[in-house]
């Protein structure tokens, strides 16, 4: 079965102020939810959710929403030494933001090959391919 990953701003423009990238990330996420994609994240996208949703003073909503994410996705990868490892070394080669390297590596330690984000850096890793929904 071949998955793909979503990043964390396609969960923050689905639930967010009105933004031409709302629609079509709540779009994708339902597709998500009704069967027609598979789609797995990792557990910083999570993370990342809180820390916003906190400091923005939002933090139940965070909680919502990463609650739904819990309840909505099957495959929540782990991150791990190997994860971080492999982060690193794609810092150091493709010159990514360290959590941007951290889902690449997620990704590319579980066999996954395709992002759906609006984060152009992921463009620069070449096992990448990055869609926008």
């Given amino acids: 079965m071949s998955f793909s990953f979503i990043d964390t ?21 339902e ?8 789609a797995s994240i990792n557990t910083e996208v999570l993370q990342e959710i809180l820390y916003r949703y906190d400091a923005i003073r939002k933090t139940e909503l965070g909680h919502d929403l990463v609650n739904t ?7 929540i990868w782990a991150i ?9 070394k ?5 010159h990514v933001k360290p959590r941007d390297a951290i889902h690449a ?9 395709t992002i759906y984000s609006y984060d152009k850096d992921f463009d620069s890793i070449p096992k990448l391919k990055r869609l926008t929904p």
């Fill in 69 to 75: 994410i819990l309840n909505t996705f099957k495959t």
């Fill in 80 to 88: 791990d030494a190997t994860t971080v490892q492999m982060a690193q």
């Fill in 9 to 29: 701003n396609i969960f923050m423009y689905a639930v967010g102020a009105t933004h031409d990238f709302r629609k079509p990330c709540q779009d994708l996420i």
């Fill in 90 to 94: 794609l810092m150091r080669t493709y």
């Fill in 31 to 38: 597709a998500i939810t009704n069967g027609q994609l598979n």
């Fill in 105 to 113: 590596a997620s990704m590319l330690n579980n066999g996954i090959h």
